[in-house]
T-cell receptor, first 113, second 114 residues
Framework: DVKVTQSSRYLVKRTGEKVFLECVQDMDHENMFWYRQDPGLGLRLIYFSYDVKMKEKGDIPEGYSVSREKKERFSLILESASTNQTSMYLC????????????FGPGTRLTVT | KNQVEQSPQSLIILEGKNCTLQCNYTVSPFSNLRWYKQDTGRGPVSLTIMTFSENTKSNGRYTATLDADTKQSSLHITASQLSDSASYICVVSRWNSGNTPLVFGKGTRLSVIA
């Protein structure tokens, strides 16, 4: 079974703090993705990576950065958290072929106060 | 514009009843369409996947259909159970699109009550 794990299920941070969300997958997948999910908006792609050290902007990259130093780990960084970044964050991974299933982690519910 | 529209936005049904969720898309070039189930507080899990040439695909009590001509898909749930309560998300994959190949619908929130 593919397993995608995220470092925290729930996280509460203050405005201006630097926040790290970690994602690890155990299936040697090339592709990894970070989404945020908000009520009425569905899943929106923040950043993705097709290989180690590579990153590409998704639809809403502003206010976020990412790091992929190892194939199995993809980190999402909020340099200075703001209240509008309160959301559910979902990490996913997939094999390299287009159209392959993305396997999702359990999500991190981030609250910025 | 590449879009995936789902209806209804939410639905409440009695346990044991059947229901059908709809998905219309304007995504091109089309590669495949996938239905995901997302339990509250969890990540989405794939239920079915259909390519251009497939009209129907079943997974237990879940049956998905695809009409590539009208760009419509449906997910039919038979003999619903309380555990079917979840959000169902329709996702269309674009062929050879490079960046951001997946287009997500906003989901249908299904509640099954006893």
């Amino acid at each position: 079974d593919v397993k995608v794990t995220q470092s925290s299920r729930y996280l509460v941070k203050r405005t201006g703090e630097k926040v790290f969300l970690e994602c690890v997958q155990d299936m040697d997948h090339e592709n990894m993705f970070w989404y945020r999910q908000d009520p009425g908006l569905g899943l929106r792609l923040i950043y993705f990576s097709y290989d180690v050290k590579m990153k590409e902007k998704g639809d809403i990259p502003e206010g976020y950065s990412v790091s992929r130093e190892k194939k199995e780990r993809f980190s999402l960084i909020l340099e200075s958290a703001s209240t509008n970044q309160t959301s559910m964050y979902l990490c996913a991974s997939s094999p390299p072929s287009q159209g392959c299933e993305q396997y999702f982690g359990p999500g991190t519910r981030l609250t910025v106060t | 514009k590449n879009q995936v529209e789902q209806s209804p936005q939410s639905l409440i049904i009695l346990e044991g009843k059947n229901c059908t969720l709809q998905c219309n898309y304007t995504v091109s070039p089309f590669s495949n369409l996938r239905w995901y189930k997302q339990d509250t507080g969890r990540g989405p899990v794939s239920l079915t996947i259909m390519t251009f040439s497939e009209n129907t695909k079943s997974n237990g009590r879940y049956t998905a259909t695809l009409d590539a001509d009208t760009k419509q898909s449906s997910l039919h749930i038979t003999a619903s159970q309380l555990s079917d309560s979840a959000s169902y998300i329709c996702v269309v994959s674009r062929w050879n699109s490079g960046n951001t190949p997946l287009v997500f619908g906003k989901g249908t929130r299904l509640s099954v009550i006893a």
